[in-house]
């Protein structure tokens, strides 16, 4: 059984995927925790499942290295086999992701190295062009530039809005993260990428 620690700043849609996911017993995969950087309404969904939550709150800490320290704090009571970064909209510091390297992914809904950061959705509609896409990739100490474990293309249509073109992403990330927490359960090697 793969044990995965979630981390979400906000409303935890693909979060809840994992965690219908891993409610079938079948599923080789288990959420053991859900972790926040603020009070982030996806909490709730975790709560739902009676999954453990803790929150880290950024605003708490007087430099991101200290705020970093307590996360990883956090995060090592659950001793994750893996750590999923969903929709967690904060930089981890170095410290932070070399602990915890390769066993980190991160979904992303741009196909990278397309439309890295924090606004891959509103990068993608202002470049104007006709495709973009969904990732899920390692983390590394770079800013979505790790190594892609799977990504898809996502059409983009004439006229849509930032909400409407995320809307239409987040489907497909959902459905690629489960499949590659099913591929890391049944063996496949991260620090192979
Ligand atoms: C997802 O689209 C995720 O890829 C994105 O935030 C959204 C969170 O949705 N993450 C990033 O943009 C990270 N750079 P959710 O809270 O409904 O799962």
């Known amino acids: 059984m793969l044990n995965i620690v979630v981390l979400i700043s906000g409303t935890g849609s693909n979060l809840r995927a994992l965690l219908e996911a891993s409610a079938d017993a079948e599923f080789p995969a288990r959420v053991v ?4 950087d603020r ?13 453990p ?15 970093g320290v ?6 090592r009571v659950w001793n994750p086999d893996l750590v999923v970064l969903s929709g967690f909209m904060r930089l ?6 070399d602990a915890l390297a390769p066993h980190l992914i991160n979904t992303h809904p ?7 950061g924090a606004h891959g959705v509103r990068d993608a509609l202002a470049a104007g062009v006709d495709e973009t896409g969904a990732s899920i990739i390692v983390v590394d100490n770079g800013v979505d530039q790790g190594p892609v474990i799977v990504q ?12 409407e073109l995320h809307d239409r992403i987040k489907p497909v990330e959902r459905r690629l993260l489960v ?11 991260l620090a192979s990428l």
């Open 53 to 67: 939550t803790f929150t880290v709150p950024f605003s708490s800490f007087a430099s991101r290295e200290e705020w």
């Open 110 to 116: 741009a196909y990278l190295p397309e439309f890295p």
């Open 179 to 189: 499949q590659t927490v099913l591929d890391i359960a049944n063996g496949l090697d």
């Open 39 to 51: 009070e982030a309404d996806g909490l709730a969904h975790a709560e739902e499942f009676g999954i």
């Open 70 to 75: 307590a996360l990883l704090e956090q995060i």
């Open 152 to 163: 898809e293309r996502v059409p983009v249509l004439p006229g849509d809005t930032e909400q």
């Open 33 to 36: 925790a859900v972790g926040a």
């Open 92 to 97: 981890l510091p170095r410290t932070v992701v």
